[in-house]
């Protein structure tokens, strides 16, 4: 007998099953554990993709101290106002919520989320109380974005938590009541050079057969039931259809978390990035950006969170990236 045909297996069952994401903005699902007081994440908008050309600081690279051109996610990110304060106890099933507030002076726009009351009920000492009788075991911040402050034609912010990092719940609370109310921008929370992980929904190509979803092989023109079908759908016995076998399905619009994405600039003037024309399918950047070294996954206008790297890497260069050249050519094609 001759030897049986093999190849690797197509398509990777790592993100099994591959079902739409529910919402058009990402979960953060981890928190960070670091001693440094601050929120945990913040978020913006897509506006494009651009190179810029640095000098290689990595220490054992082969061009260290050489300037190369690389490619780069320019991210609007209008500052975000903290509304909320929301602290959690340890339960049974995980933890619930023991105790929230609001503050009062909150944006106009925040009504087009939810009904909002006159005045919302509680203060910051009902916090402090429930810190001080070590109930609180976590603080959460309660934010919202301001999209009219950006290129995307939306009027209805954004509400999500962010997690408060630090050894000591208290320092945290301190941190909460010195922006309880305010806007927070994003040199606020993270700095250049620093690591960050990116949140988002990937670009949606709706219902796909096996071929352009799993990557199966094209059947030859001889083969009678179709060619861009999976060859078999199994074995007869056991008589059920493994979950492994690619079949046709949604492909596209899943969340994933990329790792290790660094902050190559962060600018508080959209003038200094825009391309002639603006951005692609975006517009001209209004308010604070950030360029992340290398591609992020979503299509334009797409909402990104990023959050501290939960597991950074080892070789880690020092000091603040040298950016010699950021391009700023028209993307329209002319």
């Given at each position: 007998?001759?030897?049986r045909?093999?190849?690797?297996?197509?398509?990777?069952?790592?993100?099994?099953?591959?079902?739409?994401?529910?919402?058009?903005?990402?979960?953060?699902?981890?928190?960070?554990?670091?001693?440094?007081?601050?929120?945990?994440?913040?978020?913006?908008?897509?506006?494009?993709?651009?190179?810029?050309?640095?000098?290689?600081?990595?220490?054992?690279?082969i061009?260290?101290?050489?300037?190369?051109?690389?490619?780069?996610?320019?991210?609007?990110?209008?500052?975000?106002?903290?509304?909320?304060?929301r602290?959690?106890?340890?339960?049974?099933?995980?933890?619930?919520?023991?105790?929230?507030?609001?503050?009062?002076?909150?944006?106009?726009?925040?009504?087009?989320?939810?009904?909002?009351?006159?005045?919302?009920?509680?203060?910051?000492?009902?916090?402090?109380?429930?810190?001080?009788?070590?109930?609180?075991?976590?603080?959460?911040?309660?934010?919202?974005?301001?999209?009219?402050?950006?290129?995307?034609?939306?009027?209805?912010?954004?509400?999500?938590?962010?997690?408060?990092?630090?050894?000591?719940?208290?320092?945290?609370?301190?941190?909460?009541?010195?922006?309880?109310?305010?806007?927070?921008?994003?040199?606020d929370?993270?700095?250049?050079?620093?690591?960050?992980?990116?949140?988002?929904?990937?670009?949606?190509?709706?219902?796909q057969?096996?071929?352009?979803?799993?990557?199966?092989?094209?059947?030859?023109?001889?083969?009678?039931?179709?060619?861009?079908?999976?060859?078999?759908?199994?074995?007869?016995?056991?008589?059920?259809?493994?979950?492994?076998?690619?079949?046709?399905?949604?492909?596209?619009?899943?969340?994933?978390?990329?790792?290790n994405?660094?902050?190559?600039?962060?600018?508080?003037?959209?003038?200094d990035?825009?391309?002639?024309?603006?951005?692609?399918?975006?517009?001209?950047?209004?308010?604070?950006?950030?360029?992340?070294?290398?591609?992020?996954?979503?299509?334009?206008?797409?909402?990104?969170?990023?959050?501290?790297?939960?597991?950074?890497?080892?070789?880690?260069?020092?000091?603040?990236?040298?950016?010699?050249?950021?391009?700023?050519?028209?993307?329209?094609?002319?």
């Open positions: 007998m001759g030897r045909a093999h190849h690797p297996r197509r398509g990777s069952l790592g993100y099994s099953p591959r079902k739409m994401a529910a919402r058009p903005i990402g979960r953060i699902r981890s928190k960070v554990k670091e001693d440094q007081v601050r929120m945990q994440g913040f978020c913006g908008y897509k506006a494009g993709v651009t190179h810029v050309t640095i000098i290689d600081d990595y220490k054992n690279s061009t260290k101290g050489e300037e190369i051109t690389t490619a780069a996610t320019v991210i609007e990110v209008p500052p975000m106002t903290v509304c909320g304060l602290a959690y106890r340890e339960g049974r099933l995980g933890l619930r919520v023991l105790k929230e507030v609001w503050a009062n002076d909150f944006s106009k726009d925040l009504k087009r989320a939810f009904p909002v009351p006159e005045k919302f009920p509680g203060s910051l000492e009902d916090i402090e109380k429930v810190i001080d009788e070590s109930e609180a075991k976590e603080l959460r911040l309660i934010v919202h974005t301001n999209p009219r402050l950006s290129s995307v034609s939306q009027k209805k912010p954004e509400i999500m938590e962010f997690h408060i990092s630090g050894s000591d719940i208290k320092e945290g609370f301190e941190y909460a009541k010195t922006i309880f109310g305010k806007d927070i921008r994003i040199p929370v993270f700095k250049e050079g620093e690591f960050v992980d990116t949140i988002s929904i990937t670009k949606g190509k709706g219902f057969g096996p071929l352009k979803k799993w990557g199966t092989k094209h059947l030859p023109r001889k083969t009678r039931k179709g060619h861009r079908t999976a060859g078999t759908l199994g074995p007869w016995h056991p008589s059920a259809m493994m979950w492994t076998v690619p079949q046709s399905g949604q492909m596209g619009y899943h969340q994933r978390t990329e790792f994405k660094r902050i190559l600039k962060i600018g508080t003037d959209g003038e990035i825009n391309p002639d024309g603006g951005f692609l399918k975006y517009g001209f950047i209004k308010s604070d950006y950030v360029i992340v070294h290398g591609s992020v996954a979503g299509p334009r206008k797409r909402h990104i969170k990023l959050r501290p790297a939960i597991r950074p890497p080892r070789r880690v260069p020092d000091g603040i990236p040298q950016i010699t050249y950021i391009s700023r050519k028209s993307k329209q094609g002319v």
